[in-house]
């Protein structure tokens, strides 16, 4: 999500805000997914990985739009997998955690003026939420995209996998 659209409690948002996540994390997975999969149908083979979020499968307070988008992930996810099963194509989900990017920065900065805490003392909550006891790599989501690419997941489909250190274990 760009400096240009923060951490709102739900109240506060605009039609812009839910607009601009669903463009971005709704449609932007519909539109990449429609032209990877007419590719692999085609060539009777293939495999997509999406990215949805801790947050598609616990609502985020402060970040309801994004929630809802990434929910939305999910569900496309798993009715894409239901169709393009007997092409031989597998899809699935990423669900990251409180992963350490530039978006995260931006998150906490916009979290810790709406709870009134330090960007540090959100940290330390995000950090109490995580039984592993750190903060997610890129590195850890992308080891995930891997294996799901790889034949060892090849009986995996209309998955959404937690790569959260344990945040969410459902």
């Known amino acids: 999500m760009p400096a240009s659209r923060p951490c709102r409690r739900a109240l506060e948002l605009t039609d812009e805000d839910w607009d601009f996540n669903f463009a971005v994390n709704a449609r932007g997975i519909f539109l990449t997914n429609q032209i990877a999969a007419r590719h692999f149908v085609a060539q009777g083979a293939g495999c997509i990985v999406n990215t949805a979020s801790l947050a598609a499968k616990v609502g985020a307070p ?15 996810t798993q009715a894409l997998a239901r169709e393009l099963a007997p092409n031989g194509i597998r899809v699935n989900a990423v669900c990251p955690g409180f992963v350490k990017t530039g978006m995260q920065s931006r998150e906490i900065e916009w979290e810790s003026r709406l709870r009134n805490m330090s960007a540090q003392q959100v940290i330390d909550d995000y950090l109490a939420q995580t ?32 790569v959260t250190g344990g945040v969410y274990m459902g």
Request: charged content about 20%; hydrophobic content about 45%.
């Open 62 to 76: 402060l970040l309801a739009h994004y929630s809802a988008s990434k929910f939305a992930v999910l569900g496309w």
């Open 131 to 162: 039984p592993l006891g750190r903060l997610e790599e890129p590195e850890d989501v992308a080891d995930v995209v891997v294996f799901l690419c790889s034949d060892r997941a090849r009986f995996m489909t209309g998955q959404g996998i937690n």
